[in-house]
């Protein structure tokens, strides 16, 4: 490993980094700021809402941006862009201005999440890009697991606006840290103009969605607003399927999109993320509702997922040199699926060791699909396309958990009292482990051999696209 991949890899990790802890420390911080700010339960949900369709909705444009004019740029602008919005919701004075931010915050955030791994896909060779992608993977879960902690420290011993001050020199310092990473920059795609017409249909496709999602745990499946975003996302997603089959310059790419790999992975991940979120969100509603267990309790009888998550990242990517991704994925879903039906027992008189074994389960596997399909998306993504399916792949990281909980919510709201007395969780745990289950089929289409190697920038092309050459 090079001096310059290694300052590539702590650039991506605490750039995603950054991203993570910001989402989770928030949580810790929202009743303090409803309080500080005489906001309303609506208001202070859209603290987080507004910021998760923000991003959700730009991701793939985002990483389209990054693949024309260089990740370099596209991560500097959108770290110093997440500082300033930081810096902006440290002094807002009313919730409505916060919201604003957050919004303004997830456009930045935006640019940062695909250029991470852009980076490491032009820093490294491709039979380095899983350890190191692996590193990453176990940085976030660091950052996830951390966020609670560390924002109840700062939230409680300094206020709300204190979490979002320290986002300022972190930020400062990844961009200066980018600034000193001198990878080579792929050769740009002949055909690189962005369809704006396009981007804007996958940009409101995309919001709708999530948003929708993100609103079923309130209003419930059939509730107005939820069928009423349903239609709209299916008319808007026919809209935009016709459009990107005339347009001469797709949002997403011909080879993108005809890529098996990539096409597999982003699936895999779609079930087994919803899966993983849906199965978590129930766990925590038997242990606190039905249990009475504070949240200090519930995050530590959950704790094994992020733990042995962590820990089993590294393992996971010798796993797939060794063994290619189909193997090591199936494995890692099969693990997922196997540990979520296990924990189906929660709550009713089954030893804690037990479920804490069954939680470990879906951590190790949920390393193992994610290490997985990250670098099969990332390493199998034709050359000058890194960012577009970066940012694919982390639009589906958004929008998986959002489908999780909200079919977890639903199943949640069918179990009675009578039934969830009798199997701890009812049938949530088991609906989740089989929405898990869906992801064995693509799983099973990965290639079975080790990643293929990406093409080499052709000589000169380090540079074309705004990026520093080689040193």
């Known amino acids: 490993m090079t001096a310059r991949s290694r300052l590539a890899l702590v650039v991506s990790a605490a750039a995603a980094m950054i991203v993570a802890l910001d989402g989770t420390v928030l949580v810790v911080a929202q009743p303090s700021l409803r309080r500080d700010l005489a ?15 923000a991003v959700a909705a730009l991701l793939v444009i985002a990483g389209r941006l990054g693949d024309r004019y260089g990740h370099r740029r596209l991560l500097v602008a959108g770290v110093l862009g997440f500082a300033a919005a930081s810096a902006g919701i440290a002094l807002a004075p009313t919730a409505g201005w916060v919201i604003g931010l957050r919004v303004v915050q997830g456009v930045f955030g935006a640019f940062v999440q695909p250029a991470t791994l852009a980076l490491l896909r032009l820093a490294y060779p491709a039979d380095r890009l ?18 609670p902690v560390l924002g109840g420290v700062v939230v409680a011993e300094l206020g709300w606006r204190t979490v979002f001050v320290l986002n300022i020199p972190a930020a400062v310092l990844i961009a200066a840290l980018t600034l000193a990473v001198r990878a080579p920059a792929p050769e740009r795609p002949a055909h690189s103009r962005l369809d704006l017409t396009g981007a804007a249909l996958l940009a409101g496709t995309l919001a709708i969605g ?6 079923v745990p309130v209003h419930g499946w059939t509730a107005a607003p939820t069928l009423l975003g349903l239609l709209t996302l299916a008319g808007l997603t026919a809209v935009f399927v016709a459009h990107e089959r005339r347009a001469a310059h797709p949002i997403v790419p011909a080879a993108v999109a005809r890529s098996m790999p990539v096409t597999a992975s982003m699936l895999l991940l779609l079930a087994v993320t919803s899966g993983v979120f849906g199965a978590l969100f129930a766990a925590t509603f038997v242990l606190q509702e039905r249990l009475g267990l504070g949240p200090l309790a519930t995050g530590l009888r959950l704790l094994p997922v992020t733990v042995v998550m962590v820990l089993g990242a590294p393992a996971a990517a010798a796993a797939l040199r060794r063994h290619g991704p189909r193997r090591t994925a199936v494995t890692g879903a099969t693990l997922v699926v196997v540990g979520i039906a296990g924990g189906s027992g929660l709550g009713s008189g089954g030893p804690w060791a037990a479920t804490g074994a069954a939680f470990a389960l879906v951590g190790a596997g949920f390393a193992a699909v994610m290490v997985t399909a990250t670098g099969t998306v990332v390493g199998d993504a034709p050359a ?3 960012g577009v399916v970066g940012g694919l792949k982390q639009t589906v990281m958004n929008i998986g958990p959002s489908l999780g909980i909200a079919v977890a919510a639903g199943a949640t709201a069918l179990d009675t009292p009578a039934a969830a007395g009798v199997s701890g969780s009812g049938l949530t745990l088991p609906v989740m482990a089989g929405l898990a289950t869906l992801g064995l089929l693509p799983a099973a289409l990965l290639p079975a051999g080790p990643a293929p190697r990406p093409s080499p920038a052709p000589a000169g092309a380090a540079g074309a696209a705004g990026d520093a050459p080689a040193a």
């Not at 976030?140 to 951390?146: F, H, N």
């Open 130 to 147: 899983g350890t190191a992608i692996a590193i990453r993977t176990s940085a976030i879960g660091v950052a996830g697991a951390a966020g």
């Open 210 to 215: 999530v948003h929708t999602l993100a609103g």
């Open 384 to 386: 000058g396309y890194a």
């Open 39 to 53: 906001a309303s339960v609506t208001q202070v949900q859209w603290t987080s809402t507004g910021y998760m369709v």
